[in-house]
């Protein structure tokens, strides 16, 4: 009998090589490694940073080497994958020791090995998941999907919420375009609500910005806002502000309050805060498509300083 030979076993080597593929969208699951986070995200490659760049979790900011953020399911398919070439390979060489003795003779014994095909172990396949949030990075055009909405890009690392505020805020503009072709009672709607919109985005961009550095502040009232960015960051988001433009925010992000809360009908707060010559207790406010157009101008411009004070960009 030859001597054994696990040839087929040695062929395969020390290392594998089991390519990962991106789903029918285009986009490669990826799982954030620390244990706390284990965020599940997606990127596509090819559309973001050139080259070998970290990979950075768009969800608690960690970042490392590309490689480890396979998810839990690729590691499995892989092992799986090398599992199967393994003991395929086994199997051949096993198979490669059989042999088969006929009896000889009246009282001869035969004698035989077979090698049975066992049940060979599944591949184990898997399908990347839906996602809430498809963004493409304005700052390296990578196109990913998160959970949520707000997040740090995997490739560039930039935090998206300037982004999704500019994204917002074009939303609001887009329902005044509306409101200028829209009958009276409509337009009115129509503007109110930009307002609505404008103020509650500035609000949840703020909120997150501020939950980046462990502080809770709220941004539907500018006033109060301002003072409490000054007092835990040290900075003032309206320093790039006309006295004038500032007075236009005080007053429009007041009848917004007014709208949500009073049905658009002045009350006491509001000529204490708004600073509002034309308003009357107990009438309603008015409010025009060019003060909500001056509104997110402004409101864009507040939130590039809020970004710059709060997440500047790393060096
Ligand atoms: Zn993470
Ligand atoms: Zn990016």
Redesign the pocket.
């Given at each position: 009998m030859n001597r054994f030979q696990p040839t087929n076993l040695r062929s395969l080597g020390t290392q594998f090589e089991i390519p990962i593929k991106p789903d029918e969208d285009g986009y490669l699951g990826r799982e954030?490694p620390?244990k706390e986070?284990l965020?599940y995200f997606k990127i596509t490659p090819g559309t973001g940073v050139k080259g070998p760049a970290p990979c950075h979790?768009p969800?608690?900011g960690?970042s490392g080497e590309s490689r480890t953020f396979f998810t839990q399911e690729q590691i499995e398919y892989a092992r799986s994958i090398v599992l199967r070439k393994v003991t395929d390979a086994i199997h051949k060489d096993l198979k490669s020791l059989e042999f088969e003795h006929k009896p000889q003779g009246m009282f001869g014994i035969g004698i035989s090995m077979k090698v049975q095909a066992s049940a060979r172990l599944p591949i184990r396949y898997y399908r990347e998941k839906e996602l809430e949030t498809a963004i493409v990075c304005d700052s390296c055009t990578l196109r990913y999907a998160i959970y949520g909405v707000f997040g740090w890009c995997p490739d560039c690392g930039v935090h998206n919420s300037l982004q999704i505020l500019a994204k917002n805020l074009e939303l609001a503009r887009k329902e005044l375009t509306l409101a200028a072709s829209a009958e009276a009672e409509l337009a009115n709607h129509l503007i109110g609500d930009a307002l609505e919109n404008a103020v509650s985005a500035f609000d949840g961009f703020g909120r997150e910005l501020c939950a980046r550095k462990s502080a809770d502040i709220r941004f539907q009232s500018v006033l109060g806002a301002r003072r409490k960015v000054q007092d835990t960051f040290g900075f003032d988001f309206a320093d790039g502000l006309r006295p004038d433009e500032w007075e236009c925010a005080c007053r429009v992000f007041q009848k917004r309050h007014l709208l949500a809360h009073k049905m658009g009908v002045i009350d006491e707060d509001y000529l204490q805060k708004a600073n509002d010559p034309d308003a009357v207790l107990g009438r309603r406010i008015r409010l025009t498509e060019g003060e909500v157009q001056s509104a997110i101008t402004i409101v864009e411009s507040m939130g590039r300083r809020l970004f710059a004070g709060i997440l500047p960009p790393t060096p």
């Amino acid at each position: 009998m030859n001597r054994f030979q696990p040839t087929n076993l040695r062929s395969l080597g020390t290392q594998f090589e089991i390519p990962i593929k991106p789903d029918e969208d285009g986009y490669l699951g990826r799982e954030c490694p620390i244990k706390e986070c284990l965020g599940y995200f997606k990127i596509t490659p090819g559309t973001g940073v050139k080259g070998p760049a970290p990979c950075h979790c768009p969800y608690c900011g960690n970042s490392g080497e590309s490689r480890t953020f396979f998810t839990q399911e690729q590691i499995e398919y892989a092992r799986s994958i090398v599992l199967r070439k393994v003991t395929d390979a086994i199997h051949k060489d096993l198979k490669s020791l059989e042999f088969e003795h006929k009896p000889q003779g009246m009282f001869g014994i035969g004698i035989s090995m077979k090698v049975q095909a066992s049940a060979r172990l599944p591949i184990r396949y898997y399908r990347e998941k839906e996602l809430e949030t498809a963004i493409v990075c304005d700052s390296c055009t990578l196109r990913y999907a998160i959970y949520g909405v707000f997040g740090w890009c995997p490739d560039c690392g930039v935090h998206n919420s300037l982004q999704i505020l500019a994204k917002n805020l074009e939303l609001a503009r887009k329902e005044l375009t509306l409101a200028a072709s829209a009958e009276a009672e409509l337009a009115n709607h129509l503007i109110g609500d930009a307002l609505e919109n404008a103020v509650s985005a500035f609000d949840g961009f703020g909120r997150e910005l501020c939950a980046r550095k462990s502080a809770d502040i709220r941004f539907q009232s500018v006033l109060g806002a301002r003072r409490k960015v000054q007092d835990t960051f040290g900075f003032d988001f309206a320093d790039g502000l006309r006295p004038d433009e500032w007075e236009c925010a005080c007053r429009v992000f007041q009848k917004r309050h007014l709208l949500a809360h009073k049905m658009g009908v002045i009350d006491e707060d509001y000529l204490q805060k708004a600073n509002d010559p034309d308003a009357v207790l107990g009438r309603r406010i008015r409010l025009t498509e060019g003060e909500v157009q001056s509104a997110i101008t402004i409101v864009e411009s507040m939130g590039r300083r809020l970004f710059a004070g709060i997440l500047p960009p790393t060096p």
